[in-house]
């Protein structure tokens, strides 16, 4: 659907570009344009500024609204502002070492006399 409304904005933009290089300006007519007999031409005398300004306006409409559904087709789920990682799924390692180590205990106290059991006789 997205390429479909892309591809239909590209071709309206592409006939209004061209429709208005058709059309001329103020003070000019066909006669100016394209030579001499302009009511023989294929519009006839008035006929062809009314038909391209009529064309014109018509790929006009069809841009705009390919531009509003372009827009609403884009238009996905807000999602909540976050960092990168805030959705990364966390995975529980068996036998990890926490991040924070608890707070050590006490010393043990060695029993009497086990600082003479590696002493050396002389």
Not at 57 to 78: E, H, Q, R, Y
Not at 95 to 111: D, Q
Request: proline fraction near 7%.
């Amino acid at each position: 659907m997205h390429t479909l409304i892309v591809v239909l904005q590209v071709l309206s933009a592409l006939a209004i570009i061209g429709l208005v290089l058709l059309q001329h300006g103020k003070g000019a007519d066909m006669g100016a344009s394209f030579g001499s007999g302009a009511s023989g031409s294929l519009f006839g005398a008035t006929g062809s500024s009314n038909f391209l300004s009529k064309m014109t306006a018509l790929a006009a409409v069809i841009f705009f609204c390919a531009t509003l559904g372009l827009a609403f087709v884009s238009n996905g789920p807000v999602q909540s502002g976050g960092g990168v990682m805030e959705n990364a799924p966390v995975s529980e390692v068996p036998g990890a070492v926490p991040a924070v180590p608890a707070a050590p205990a006490e010393a043990p106290v060695a029993p009497a006399g086990a600082d003479r059991a590696n002493e050396v006789p002389k």
